[in-house]
């Protein structure tokens, strides 16, 4: 597989200082203070010229966030697809290259209709999931083999692991955080990212440019997981998610359709598991529904 050829200008820092004013109401005393936060920066994609999209994200690993994004919404089926993406000053924000121009081996054409033909999987950020959007995208991607199974106990260990590799959440708090994580635990890829989409789509267009997907099986991201991430998951053939926080109902019903694992609440020692209880292994032998609390909000 060839990979494509990625050439860029200068890109913008992650992180950013703002001047604030620490109040503390039990004290009655205010202070000031120099406070770093997350970078949100449009990103604006070109395919053979023509104007696909705008994406606000946080700079940092574009060329994967690019790949994950052409990806995860049937642009392209591989990195070989994509010839090189040159990034670009954007002509009326020229002090950072936040253009990407994709050359893709597929004339625009080709593209027009292959996200013509996928219109009808609208994620839930837009209003307009259902049922039949699961069944439109089982259409196209059948329901994943059985296996691998994990441990539990490395499955719950995985939201520790990640945390130790999101330097700029710990510096800010503003990020959402998504891994690529092997069965021993180990996180082959993280990335970090405003939005957790785009979180998602850094790690999936590393996994794509290195390919390595059949090494790291399990998808962790630190926030809820939603449909869109259960479907991005299922377009990569990962066939276990896991998330920190809670998972949407469309997003359960997905996995389920499509013969994946899908387990929330993934903290301090237990999980729920929603879908796809046999690819969890314990000491104890079968895996109940549920593992550790019923629920734990944040």
């Known amino acids: 597989m060839s990979a494509p050829i990625i050439a860029r200008e200068a890109t913008g820092e992650p992180t950013a200082t703002a001047d604030v004013t620490r109040i503390d109401p039990i004290a009655g005393a205010t202070r000031p203070l120099r406070d770093l936060l997350a970078v949100e920066e449009p990103l604006e994609i070109h395919l053979n010229g023509w104007r696909w999209l705008a994406t606000m994200r946080t700079p940092g690993h574009d060329a994967d966030l690019v790949l994950g994004m052409?990806?995860?919404?049937?642009?392209?089926?591989?990195?070989?697809?994509?010839?090189?993406?040159?990034?670009?000053?954007?002509?009326?924000?020229?002090?950072?290259?936040?253009?990407?121009?994709?050359?893709?081996?597929?004339?625009?054409?080709?593209?027009?209709?292959?996200?013509?033909?996928n219109q009808t999987l609208a994620t839930a950020s837009c209003g307009l999931c259902g049922a039949s959007s699961v069944a439109a995208l089982l259409r196209r991607r059948p329901p994943l083999a059985s296996g691998p199974t994990v441990d539990a106990a490395v499955l719950a260990a995985l939201p520790a692991r990640l945390a130790e590799r999101q330097d700029v959440f710990r510096a800010t708090g503003g990020l959402h955080g998504a891994a690529l994580c092997g069965l021993d635990g180990a996180c082959a890829a993280v990335r970090e990212d405003v939005g957790r989409h785009n979180a998602v789509d850094k790690v999936l267009g590393w996994c794509l440019r290195a390919a390595r997907a059949p090494a790291a099986p399990i998808l962790l991201v630190s926030g809820r997981a939603s449909f869109?991430?259960?479907?991005?998951?299922?377009?990569?053939?990962?066939?276990i998610v896991a998330a920190v926080s809670a998972p949407s109902s469309l997003a359960v019903r997905l996995a389920e359709d499509a013969g994946m694992t899908l387990a929330g609440?993934?903290?301090?020692g237990g999980f729920n598991v929603y879908a796809g209880a046999?690819?969890?292994t314990t000491r104890a032998g079968a895996l109940a529904r549920r593992v550790g609390p019923a629920r734990e909000h944040a």
């Open 70 to 117: 052409l990806a995860s919404e049937g642009v392209i089926a591989s990195a070989a697809e994509v010839e090189q993406i040159v990034f670009r000053r954007h002509p009326e924000e020229p002090e950072f290259a936040n253009l990407a121009a994709v050359h893709l081996a597929p004339a625009v054409e080709d593209l027009r209709a292959r996200l013509a033909r």
């Open 265 to 268: 609440f993934v903290r301090e």
């Open 278 to 280: 046999e690819r969890i």
């Open 228 to 239: 869109e991430i259960v479907q991005k998951a299922l377009v990569a053939g990962i066939p």
